[in-house]
Nanobody
Framework: QVQLVQSGGGLVQAGGSLRLSCAAS????????MGWFRQAPGKEREFVAG????????RYADSVKGRFTISRDNAKNTVYLQMNSLKLEDTAVYYC?????????WGQGTQVTVSS
């Protein structure tokens, strides 16, 4: 059983930066595909960024490319989402997700609010 515990987030002004963390326990973290998703009020959850367990390949939603960076530290069993140049439309609850074969595990979610 994989457990994901998120930290970070909060309130930031537009143009500012935040870093989210997601610490995993259980299993072999280095073999997990990790991702970040977000859900704004009244909207469906959407993909933000993902990082593979092989070669650290990354991919991003078009809306965050060039502003957000996903990274992982396998020694700490942690994945990060560095968010720069935040916009009002980045306001959402952010979730980390771990994929292990057919199984998916989610973090508890953390609120990111960008103010003008």
């Amino acid at each position: 059983q994989v457990q994901l515990v998120q930290s970070g987030g909060g309130l930031v002004q537009a143009g500012g930066s935040l870093r989210l963390s997601c610490a995993a326990s259980g299993g072999t973290f280095s073999r997990y595909t990790m991702g970040w998703f977000r859900q704004a009020p009244g909207k469906e959850r959407e993909f933000v960024a993902g990082i593979a367990w092989v070669g650290d390949g990354t991919r991003y939603a078009d809306s965050v490319k060039g502003r957000f960076t996903i990274s992982r530290d396998n020694a700490k069993n942690t994945v990060y989402l560095q968010m720069n140049s935040l916009k009002l439309e980045d306001t959402a609850v952010y979730y980390c997700k771990c994929t292990v074969g057919p199984m998916e595990y989610w973090g508890q979610g953390t609120q990111v609010t960008v103010s003008s």
